[in-house]
């Protein structure tokens, strides 16, 4: 099992910036990514960003250039810095811990509340 603990949410003008923390416990051997993503009101849940163990990461089209992602290993912790915000972000972001080898399994968050008013 891995637990994850969000913080860092909140409300911000556009043209702000926030950043979210995930720290990890448990079983975080067996983990090979983690990321963010984020579920609007009336919205599917969709890929913010990734990373691996190894530090390769991946972001949606939609932040690229305005997020980052970033990890500390020795805190099990992973970061998204979000610069430029716009109304558009708005949603529940949830951090993800991924094992990609049988048994395939994905961990969630609590999520957090982000706001970006116009």
């Known amino acids: 099992q891995v637990q994850l603990v969000e913080s860092g949410g909140g409300l911000v003008q556009a043209g702000g910036s926030l950043r979210l923390s995930c720290a990890a416990s448990?079983?975080?051997?067996?983990?090979?990514?983690m990321g963010w993503y984020r579920q609007a009101p009336g919205k599917q849940r969709e890929l913010v960003a990734t990373?691996?163990?190894?530090?390769?990461?991946n972001y949606a089209d939609s932040v690229k250039g305005r997020f980052t992602i970033s990890r500390d290993n020795a805190k099990n912790t992973i970061y998204l810095q979000m610069n430029s915000l716009k109304p558009e972000d708005t949603a529940v972001y949830y951090c993800?811990?991924?094992?990609?080898?049988?048994?395939?399994?994905?961990?969630w968050g609590q999520g957090t509340q982000i706001t970006v008013s116009s």
């Open positions: 993800n811990a991924h094992r990609a080898y049988y048994p395939v399994l994905d961990y």
């Open positions: 448990g079983s975080i051997f067996s983990i090979n990514a």
């Open positions: 990373i691996t163990k190894y530090g390769t990461t």
